[in-house]
């Protein structure tokens, strides 16, 4: 099938299009197809459990208490060397479907009630900061999607990327997936379909193209030629996911050790979604619908919070992840509630194709994600602090 003219020009794999439509309709994929046949293991199975504790470094004093261990002083110096040598970057995850704030992407609604600084500009201006602080380069590289690409590019003019060199921006938009009914038609086939807007006709596929388009866009590319070797993803929610130079460090010990990648996770507290569990022997990351329904995620303690370092020659290649439906309710015309299938995959999949460590950070300094309006309200004096710090930091 074709495209609108509107988004035709955003990726769009069509033939891996029409067999997810097959596999819908004819029951081999579902939501009960996407959960493991059985309970995996938790991580403490493995002996000794690729998980490294850094809860006890948390905020700049705690820095110098974690420091007088040979082990983190060590991350600490291999992670400023290495960004004072322009060896790492920082990908960030400005994609989804901009619903969860009026319409408007997250990356663009500022922090704090009132005042003018985004998600967007607290990220880059974190950057920004350590740019000057190391006399570094630090390449930035931003994912969008094609319902937060055009408002996200008109706020970055304004704010002047906060700060970051003209020479270390980069950006892509991930793929497009249109949305099907739940008889595995395209919304876009539907009578009345033109007047639909693109945002219900449509969806990004979750975070799981992030690699595919990196390297596709050639930034991959561009940043191993400019002598680049790490890469930081994170979303754009979680302001607690900074680049820091001691678990870079950490990550690139991990990566000397025959890892291709580190995961960051939190002890679980009450939190809903992935985590990391044992399946065929491997360490990876499971995502809460994947488990079987009996299934206590209590007996998973490592919560993750797709904040991920890559090792970037170990991701320049092609990467088979699965296909998930996800359920939605949209509004369909004059609004009438529309129950839909969305295809998406999960960038936290990567870890069954690439060797994993896992670090068990702090929560409340390194797990700061605003998923919702009320996320935002409770944490404003979070955020409050965090922009007069970074305001300081700039002039």
């Not at 033939?15 to 309970?39: D, E, H, I, K, M």
């Not at 082990?71 to 989804?96: D, E, P, Y």
Request: proline share 7%; net charge neutral; charged share 25%.
């Amino acid at each position: 099938m074709e495209l609108r003219p509107s988004v035709a020009g955003y990726a769009f794999d069509a033939a891996a299009f029409a067999a997810l439509r097959v596999r819908l309709s004819n029951g081999a994929l579902s939501q009960a197809t996407a959960r493991l046949p059985l309970a995996p293991a938790p991580l403490e199975t493995l002996v000794p459990p690729p998980l490294r504790d850094f809860r006890t470094f948390a905020g700049r004093a705690g820095a110098r208490v974690a420091e007088s261990s040979r082990n983190l002083g060590s991350a600490a110096q291999r992670g400023r060397l290495a960004l004072r040598h322009g060896r790492a970057a920082v990908l960030i995850l400005n994609g989804g479907m901009a619903t969860r704030f009026g319409g408007k992407p997250k990356g663009v609604v500022p922090v704090v009630h009132g005042e003018p600084e985004s998600f967007l500009w607290v990220k880059l201006a974190q950057i920004a900061k350590l740019i000057r602080e190391y006399d570094a380069t630090i390449p930035v590289v931003l994912m969008h999607s094609f319902a937060t690409q055009a408002a996200s590019r008109l706020h970055l003019h304004d704010i002047d990327w906060a700060g970051i060199p003209r020479d270390m921006r980069f950006e892509f938009s991930q793929s497009i997936m249109p949305r099907v009914g739940v008889d595995a038609v395209p919304l876009q086939d539907l009578p009345g379909a033109a007047s639909l807007p693109d945002s219900l006709l449509y969806c990004a596929p979750g975070h799981g193209d992030t690699l595919l388009r990196l390297r596709a866009s050639g930034i991959l590319r561009e940043l191993r030629q400019a002598g680049v070797e790490h890469l930081l993803v994170s979303n754009v929610d979680n302001l607690g996911a900074e680049l820091d130079p001691m678990l870079l460090g950490g990550h690139i010990q991990a990566v000397d050790a025959g890892a291709h990648m580190s995961v960051e996770v939190v002890r679980r507290a009450g939190d809903k979604g992935g985590c990391v569990a044992v399946v065929a022997g491997r360490p990876v990351i499971v995502e809460g619908f994947r488990m079987p329904e009996d299934v206590s995620l209590d007996a998973y303690p490592q919560f993750n919070t797709n904040t991920l370092w890559f090792w970037l020659s170990a991701i320049d290649r092609d990467f088979d992840l699965d296909w998930f439906p996800v359920e939605r309710v949209v509004a369909g015309p004059q609004g009438k509630a529309m129950p839909v299938v969305q295809f998406e995959q999960l960038i936290g999949q990567v870890t069954e194709h690439l060797e994993a460590h896992y670090f068990e950070v702090d929560r409340e300094r390194r797990f700061l994600p605003i998923k919702t309006r009320e996320d935002l309200v409770e944490a404003a004096p979070r955020m409050r602090a965090m922009v007069k710090r970074l305001r300081s930091d700039t002039v």
